[in-house]
C-alpha cells in the first residue's frame, strides 16, 4: 500500500519579503515530497513564518506558535516549526522560551527544509541556532559580496541544492522550435530580448540562475525580490542584524523569476527588499533599478509594476523619471520618512527634514500629480519633544500622502536606540500614537475623496458573482457625485481591486460597482471614483481596459 506522502501548513506572518520566502519553502517542501494543505489543523507539520518587526509583529509571532501547537493535542498535527525572522533573530532564545514549538530554524535551513522537517517528525531533537549578527557574514564593501559564496539568503537563486536543479543542460534549453517554455520547477535565465545591459551579466552563469518557488497565492499580484539585507544603520531598527547586509539579485534571476510569475497568471509585481533605492550598488551600477524595471515591464503578461521601500535619502531625479515615465511601472512611491523632524532624525541616525521631504514629493508631483505617496513614521523616540511632534504633524497635513502608517516607538534589543537616554513614558507615547493616528486618518480621507470624479484603471482581485447591490458603503456626505451615481448604477456585479496608488493590503482599495458579466478577477477595468469610505474608493465601471490571459501554466511551482 502507497504511503500518503506527509502534509505541511505555512503560516505567513508580517510583510512581502516574508511572503516570498514562504512561497520558496513550499516549492522546496513539495519537491521534498510534502504535500502543502491550507488548515494547519490538517497538516502533519506546521511551519509558522514569523515576523520579528517590532514588539506587537513578535507577540503575534508567539500567539501564532502557540495556537499552531493546540493542534497537537486536538488534530493530526505531529510538529510545530518557527522559520522566518524572529526565529532567527532569537534561536536557541526562542526554543527555550517556547517549548511547545518542536523546532525553531534559522536561514541556514532553508536549502534543507524538507530532511529538516523529516527528522524533526521522526523524533529527532533539532539543536537551534545561536543568534549572530548577519550582516558580519558578507564583506563590508558592497562591490565584494557577489563573489562571496556559502551565505544562506532567502530568495536569492545561489545555493539551490544540487539534487533540487533541473536536469536539463544549456544545450538542450532549445531546439530547432526556438526556446521552449520553462517548465518543472525552476526558472532559468530570461529569454535573449529580455537580457539587459548591467556590469554583473559577464560573470552570470551560462545557464542562468535559478530559484525553487511554488505560489501560494493564486491571484493576479505576487510580490518579487530584488535584494535582501540592509546596509543603513537606523538606531530604532533591528533588521540588518538578523537579514543581514544588502544583497540584489541578479537582474537576471529576477527577470527569469518575473516571466515565470507572468506565465502563472500573475499581471502585477511587487518589488521588494528591505531598500529596493540600493539595488545594484554591489553589482556596480546603483542605477540599475532604472534600467530593471523597464525590462520588466516587456516581460509578456505584466501589466505593472509596483517598487516599494524606498529610501528618501537615495531617490534622484532618474529614478523618478523610470518610476512616473516608463509604461507599465506605476507612479506609486513608497517613501520611509519615519519622522520630520530634523535634528530628531539624525537621532535616528536618518537624514532629512521636513522642508527636505517636501521638496522630494513636490518633485514627484511635478511629473506624475496624481501619483501615489505613502510613508510609515514614528512617535515617542527617546528626546522626542512636543515641538518635534508638532513639526511632524504640520509635515502630514502639507505632504498630501494617500497613505500613512504610524506606529509607537519600542526598544528593540541590540539596537543603538535602546541604549538612550530620553525615553518617554507609555502613556506619552500612547497619546503621541493617539494623536498623529487620528491626523493621519483625517488627511488620507481627504486625500481618498479628493480622487472623487478620477477615472482610474483598477486591477480587480476579487469578483463577486452576486448582483451589484449599488454599494452598501456610507457614502453619502463626500460629494454630489455620489447622488448623481446612484441613480445612474445599472445592474450588474462588484468587484474589489486596486488603483495605481494603491499598494497591496496596506493602501485601502477600490470596489468597482456595475461590473458586466465578462469582467473577471485579473482583468484590468477603468473606473469612475464616486464615493469612499475612508481611504477606501467606490468606482463605477468604465471599460475593460487588458484582459487577463487565459493562458495559465499548469504547473504551479518553479
Known amino acids: ?39 494547519a489543523a490538517e497538516a502533519d507539520t506546521v511551519v509558522v513564518n514569523t515576523c ?35 526565529a532567527e533573530r532569537y534561536g536557541e532564545q526562542l526554543a527555550d522560551a517556547l517549548p511547545e514549538t518542536d523546532a525553531v530554524l534559522s536561514f541556514d535551513d532553508y536549502a534543507d527544509i524538507s530532511d529538516r522537517l523529516r527528522s524533526i517528525l521522526s523524533g529527532t531533537k533539532h539543536q537551534p541556532h545561536v543568534p549572530r549578527d548577519r550582516r558580519k557574514l558578507l564583506p563590508l564593501a558592497p562591490s565584494a559580496r557577489a563573489a562571496t559564496t556559502g551565505v544562506a539568503i532567502p530568495g ?11 536536469v536539463r543542460s544549456t544545450e538542450s534549453a532549445e531546439s530547432d522550435d526556438g526556446p521552449q ?28 540562475p535559478r530559484v525553487v518557488r511554488r505560489r501560494l497565492d493564486g491571484g493576479p499580484m505576487a510580490p518579487l525580490k530584488l535584494a535582501s539585507g540592509c546596509d543603513r544603520r537606523c538606531a530604532f531598527c533591528a533588521i540588518p542584524m538578523f537579514r543581514g547586509a544588502f544583497v540584489s539579485r541578479r537582474p537576471t534571476e529576477v527577470l527569469g523569476e518575473a516571466q515565470w510569475l507572468a506565465e502563472n497568471g500573475v499581471r ?20 540599475l533599478l532604472e534600467t530593471l524595471v523597464s525590462e520588466i515591464a516587456e516581460v509578456p503578461g505584466i501589466a505593472r509594476i509596483r517598487v516599494s521601500y524606498l529610501q528618501p535619502a537615495e531617490m534622484r531625479p532618474t529614478l523618478i523619471t523610470a518610476m512616473t515615465s516608463t509604461p507599465g511601472v506605476v507612479p506609486y512611491f513608497d517613501l520611509s520618512f519615519q519622522h520630520a523632524s530634523g535634528p530628531l532624525l539624525r537621532r535616528m541616525r536618518r537624514f ?29 523616540f527617546p528626546g522626542e519633544t512636543e515641538e518635534d511632534v508638532d513639526i511632524l504633524c504640520d509635515f502630514l497635513s502639507r505632504a498630501g500622502l494617500d497613505a500613512i502608517g504610524v506606529f509607537g516607538y519600542s526598544d528593540e534589543d541590540g539596537t543603538e536606540a535602546e ?140
Not at 536569492?156 to 533541473?166: Q, R, V
Open 1 to 39: 500500500m502507497t504511503t500518503p506522502p506527509t502534509t505541511v501548513a505555512l503560516v505567513t506572518l508580517g510583510c512581502a519579503r516574508n511572503d516570498v520566502d514562504s512561497e520558496e519553502l513550499a516549492g522546496r517542501l513539495e519537491a521534498g515530497g510534502f504535500r502543502l494543505v491550507e488548515d
Open 352 to 380: 532629512g527634514d521636513a522642508e527636505r521631504f517636501l521638496d522630494l514629493i513636490a518633485q514627484v508631483r511635478a511629473t506624475a500629480p496624481t501619483a501615489g505617496i505613502r510613508s510609515n513614521v514614528i512617535v515617542g
Open 268 to 287: 502585477e509585481l511587487f518589488l521588494v527588499s528591505e531598500n529596493s533605492t540600493s539595488y545594484g550598488k554591489d553589482l556596480g551600477d546603483l542605477r
Open 419 to 558: 541604549t538612550y537616554d530620553g525615553k518617554l513614558d507609555e502613556d506619552t507615547i500612547a497619546a503621541r500614537l493617539d494623536r498623529v493616528t487620528r491626523l493621519a486618518e483625517d488627511l488620507t480621507s481627504a486625500r481618498a475623496e479628493s480622487r472623487v470624479g478620477e477615472l482610474l484603471e483598477i486591477l480587480l482581485e476579487s469578483v463577486d458573482p452576486s448582483t451589484d447591490p449599488a454599494t452598501e458603503a456610507d457614502t453619502e456626505a463626500n460629494t454630489e457625485a455620489d447622488t448623481d451615481a446612484d441613480t445612474d448604477r445599472a445592474d450588474g456585479r462588484s468587484g474589489e481591486g486596486r488603483a495605481a496608488h494603491q499598494g497591496p493590503e496596506v493602501d485601502g482599495s477600490t470596489t468597482v460597482i456595475g461590473l458586466p458579466d465578462d469582467v473577471n478577477v485579473g482583468d484590468i477595468v477603468s473606473a469612475k471614483v464616486v464615493g469612499t469610505d475612508g481611504v477606501d474608493l467606490i468606482a463605477e465601471f468604465a471599460a475593460l481596459v487588458s484582459p487577463q490571459d487565459s493562458r495559465r501554466a499548469a504547473n504551479l511551482t518553479a
Open 52 to 86: 520579528g518587526f517590532v514588539e506587537a509583529a513578535k507577540k503575534d509571532s508567539v500567539d501564532t506558535l502557540l495556537a499552531a501547537a493546540d493542534y497537537k493535542d486536538s488534530g493530526r498535527t505531529q510538529a510545530v516549526v518557527a522559520v522566518g525572522c524572529l
Open 156 to 166: 536569492h537563486g545561489d545555493h539551490i541544492p544540487a539534487e533540487l536543479k533541473p
Open 181 to 208: 517554455p520553462l517548465k518543472g520547477r525552476f526558472v532559468t535565465t530570461a529569454p535573449e530580448e529580455l537580457t539587459i545591459d548591467a556590469p554583473d551579466l559577464a560573470s552570470a552563469p551560462a545557464s542562468g
